[in-house]
């Protein structure tokens, strides 16, 4: 049994539902990181525990939106 992991070029983008969980949207931001075409539909959640986050991915050139 084995898996592959796509390549995130070859992905169509995704909104993922993080339900307000603040950890969901951290967790979910990691694969923005790695290429894949992720946005999230309630990203200012993360103000709840990390009130800069995105401000610092920005820093790295990441943008989302």
Do not use: N
């Not at 539902?17 to 959640?45: C, K, N």
């Amino acid at each position: 049994f084995s898996h592959s992991i796509p390549d995130p070029t070859k992905c169509k983008p995704v909104m993922l539902r993080t339900y307000a969980d603040h950890r969901l949207a951290m967790s979910f931001s990691l694969l923005r990181l790695a290429g894949y075409p992720v946005s999230l539909d309630q990203p200012s959640t993360v103000s709840k525990s990390f009130p800069g986050f995105f401000k610092e991915w920005h820093k790295l050139g990441i943008v989302f939106s």
